[in-house]
C-alpha cells in the first residue's frame, strides 16, 4: 500500500524525458509513476509544469569561512614572486580583518548556492594556530542555521599547514571532536615539507576518529603523482576505499598518456575521489580518463571572490559546462558526464544517504528550463525552482525560509 | 551652445564611480555632465538608478549562418579520426538539410546577442561552391532586418577552402560587391594546401576591393606562426595596417616565451589584430602578453551550438569572464583588460567608428547591475538594458522592437 503523501509534484519531465507524478512523503520520494498513471492523494499538489526535473547539485568543495561574496570588493593582490601559499594565506589574514563578520559572508554564500540548487554541500574551514577552532565555531553555527536548505559536510582544513603551524593536529583532532565530519590536509610536500609525517597525522586522525578524509593538493607533476601515490597506499592500508578525496591534484594533468592511465588505475583501484573545478589557467586532471578508469571524479565551486582568486557565482549547472568546456566534452554523452559529477558522482564522493531521483531518496531536486541535462549544461538555464525534503527553498535565484 | 536633446539619461554611473546625466541627440552623445551640474532639457529623461553605465559589447567573431540556437536539439558527433575540418564541414552541410530556415535561426542568434548587450558584431558567413552566395543574401536581408539594433559586419568565409573548392575565389569577390564588408579565409596551409596561393587570393580581393581582412587559423605552433608571418608580410607590404585580422590564431599558444614575444612585436608593427575565444580544451593566445607588445585582441562567442561544438551563449560579458578565467586574470587591471577585449578593443579591431562612452560617440551602452567593471567581469550580472542610438533595444534578456 502507498503510504500516506505529503505532497504530489506532478508534471515532472525526468531526465529520461518521460514525464512523472512524484510522491513524496516525510521529506522523501516514495512514488515516481507515469504522470496520471496512478490516482494519487496527498495535502498538497504541486504541477512544476513540464520542466526538467534533475537530483540536487552537490557542491563538493568550497571555503564558507574565506569568501567575501556579498561583502565590499576586496581587489586582488598577486604574489610578490609567482604563487606562494605562504603568502596567500598571510594575504587572507589581512582580509579576514576589514571584511565583514564571518557568519555574514557565509550566509551570503550558502543563500547563492542554495538559489543555485545545490542540496549539500562539503565545505573546508580553516583550523591552524591563529584562528584555533573559531572559524570552525562560527560555520558551525550557520550550518545549524540552514539544516533545512542544505545538508552540509565540514572538512577540518590545515591552510597553514600541520607541522608548519605546532598545534594544528591537536586542533584538527578537536575539530571532529565538535562536528566536523572530514579530516584535510594541504600539499604535504610542498608545503609542509614532510609528506610521511604530514599524512601519518592526517589518516592517524581519520582511523582514530573513524571520519573520510580529503587533501588540498595543488603539486605539479611528479610530486603531486607521488604524494597521490602515498595517498593511495595509505587508503588502502586501512581499507578506507570511498572515503578519501585529493582535491585539485593538478599533477593528473601534467601527465603523459600512459602515465595519467597508471595513475588512474592505481586511484580507482583504492577508492580515492578526485575533485577538480576546472580551473581556467591551470592543467588539470583529465575528466574522461579517470571516469572511464572509474575513478569517482567530483567538483565544486572552490574559492568564490577571496584572496585566491575573484571568479566563482555558486552555481554547479555552470560548473558542469566549465567542466565540459575545459574537458572538450561535446555529445551528449559527454555533457551528460559533465552533469554526473555535479550530481551522481559528487553524492558518492561524499557518501550521502539518499541521493537522486529514485523511489526511497531524499526528496532534494531542481527544476530547469531545458530539453534535456546536455541542453541543460550548455545553456545553464536560470529560473530554477529548488526542492530540499520536498519544500521549496529556492526560486529565481531567491532562497525562500 | 548644447544642441537640442532627445533624451537625457540621467543617474548613469560611469566605470570611473562618477554619476553622470548623459544627453544623447540624434543617437549621439552630445554632453556627458556630472549628475545636475548642468540644467539640460530634452523630450524624454531616462533614470538610469545609478547602474553601472559601459559601452555596447563587441561581438568580434560569430557564424550568424550556421547555428541551431533556438532550433530543435541536434547532438553533436564526433569526427570519425580526430578532428578533421573537411569531415566537420560535410557534418554541418547534413545539418543545414535539416534544421530550421536559415533566416529563422539567425534572428534567434541576433535576438540572444542584442538582449546580452552586443551592439555590434561581425559575423563570418560561408561563401563556397555548394552554398554560393545564398547564406549571405539571407543573412544581409537579416542585417537589414536588425539595422536599428546592430551592427553587423559580414564577412565572406571560405569555409571549404578557396583553392579546394573551385569558383570560391570568383564568389568571395562577388560577395564583396553585393555586400560583405570583409575577406575571409581558412587555414591557408593545414586546409588548402598552398598557403601562398590563398593568401594571394584574400589579400588579391582586399586590396581590389579596398576591404579588410580576417582569416580563420586553427593550425598549431610553427604552422600557425608561419601562416601568420606570412599575413604580417602582406599586411606590411600592402600598407593595410589595422585592417587585418586572425582569428583563432591557436598556434600562439603554443609557443614558449621568447617565440611568443618575437610572435607578438610582429603583430603589433603590422597592426594584424587577433581574435580569440579563449577555449575551454584548447591552446589560445597569450591576452596579456600580445595586449603588452601593442596587439589589438578582441573576441566573439565564435559558434553557438552549431556542427562545431554545443556551447556558447551570446553573451560577451560572459565571455569576457571566460577570457580572464583562461588567462589567470585576477587583480581589477587585470579583469579591465578582458572587459576592454570585448569592448573598446573590439570596436579597434573591427575599426566601428564612434565606439565608447564620450562626447560625439554613438550612443550604444549597456546597463550593468555591478559596482565596477572588475566586479562585472566576475559576476556577470543579467538584468541589463541595452541601448542603440539612444534607444531602448533590449531589458532583461529580451528585445524591444
Known amino acids: 500500500?502507498?503510504?500516506?503523501?505529503?505532497?504530489?509534484?506532478?508534471?515532472?519531465?525526468?531526465?529520461?524525458?518521460?514525464?512523472?507524478?512524484?510522491?513524496?512523503?516525510?521529506?522523501?520520494?516514495?512514488?515516481?509513476?507515469?504522470?496520471?498513471?496512478?490516482?494519487?492523494?496527498?495535502?498538497?499538489?504541486?504541477d512544476l509544469g513540464g520542466s526538467l526535473v534533475v537530483p540536487g547539485f552537490v557542491e563538493g568543495h568550497i571555503h564558507l569561512d574565506t569568501s567575501f561574496y556579498g561583502d565590499k570588493w576586496i581587489p586582488h593582490k598577486p604574489c610578490t614572486n609567482g604563487f606562494d601559499v605562504h603568502e596567500r594565506v598571510a594575504f587572507q589574514h589581512q582580509n579576514m580583518a576589514i571584511a565583514a563578520p564571518m557568519i555574514e559572508r557565509a550566509r551570503s554564500q550558502l543563500d547563492l548556492c542554495v538559489a543555485n540548487g545545490a542540496t549539500a554541500m562539503r565545505s573546508h574551514v580553516m583550523v591552524d594556530g591563529s584562528v584555533g577552532l573559531k572559524s570552525l565555531k562560527t560555520i558551525l553555527q550557520v550550518r545549524e542555521e540552514y539544516r533545512d536548505l542544505i545538508d552540509i559536510q565540514l572538512v577540518a582544513f590545515p591552510q597553514s599547514g600541520i607541522l608548519k603551524c605546532p598545534g594544528t593536529a591537536e586542533l584538527m583532532d578537536e575539530a571532529i571532536g565538535i562536528g566536523a565530519d572530514v579530516v584535510g590536509g594541504l600539499d604535504p610536500a610542498s608545503f609542509d615539507r614532510d609528506p610521511v609525517a604530514h599524512l601519518d597525522i592526517v589518516f592517524g586522525i581519520a582511523e582514530k576518529r573513524g571520519v573520510d578524509v580529503d587533501i588540498h593538493l595543488h603539486d605539479?607533476?611528479?610530486?603531486?603523482?607521488?604524494?597521490?601515490?602515498?595517498?593511495?597506499?595509505?587508503?588502502?592500508?586501512?581499507?578506507?576505499?570511498?572515503?578519501?578525496?585529493?582535491?585539485?591534484?593538478?599533477g593528473l594533468g601534467d601527465l603523459l598518456a600512459d602515465a595519467a592511465s597508471r595513475a588512474a588505475e592505481?586511484?580507482?583501484?583504492s577508492g580515492v575521489s578526485i575533485m577538480t573545478n576546472a580551473p581556467g589557467a591551470h592543467n588539470f586532471p583529465p575528466v574522461a580518463l579517470l571516469r572511464a578508469a572509474g575513478v569517482t571524479?567530483?567538483?565544486?565551486?572552490?574559492?568564490?571572490?577571496?584572496?585566491?582568486?575573484?571568479?566563482?557565482?555558486?552555481?554547479?549547472?555552470?560548473?558542469?559546462?566549465?567542466?565540459?568546456?575545459?574537458?572538450g566534452f561535446y555529445t551528449d554523452d559527454e555533457l551528460a558526464a559533465a552533469f554526473d559529477v555535479?550530481?551522481?558522482?559528487?553524492?558518492k564522493a561524499l557518501r550521502l544517504e539518499g541521493h537522486g531521483l529514485t523511489v526511497g531518496a531524499r526528496a532534494d531536486f531542481v527544476t530547469l528550463a531545458a530539453e534535456h541535462i546536455p541542453a541543460a549544461v550548455v545553456a545553464v538555464p536560470r529560473g530554477r525552482?529548488?526542492?530540499k525534503a520536498g519544500r521549496l527553498v529556492a526560486r529565481d535565484g531567491k532562497v525562500i525560509r
Open 266 to 269: 592505481m586511484l580507482a583501484t
Open 342 to 347: 555535479v550530481t551522481t558522482a559528487g553524492a
Open 220 to 250: 605539479a607533476g611528479a610530486l603531486g603523482v607521488f604524494t597521490i601515490e602515498e595517498i593511495c597506499t595509505r587508503t588502502r592500508a586501512l581499507g578506507m576505499q570511498g572515503h578519501v578525496a585529493v582535491s585539485h591534484a593538478y
Open 297 to 327: 571524479v567530483f567538483s565544486g565551486s572552490d574559492n568564490i571572490r577571496d584572496s585566491w582568486w575573484p571568479y566563482g557565482d555558486g552555481d554547479m549547472l555552470g560548473r558542469a559546462m566549465l567542466i565540459g568546456y575545459r574537458s
Open 385 to 387: 525552482s529548488v526542492y
Open 1 to 46: 500500500m502507498t503510504p500516506p503523501l505529503d505532497t504530489i509534484f506532478t508534471n515532472a519531465r525526468f531526465p529520461d524525458g518521460i514525464i512523472y507524478d512524484i510522491g513524496v512523503a516525510d521529506g522523501r520520494i516514495s512514488t515516481i509513476t507515469p504522470m496520471g498513471s496512478v490516482a494519487l492523494e496527498a495535502k498538497e499538489r504541486i
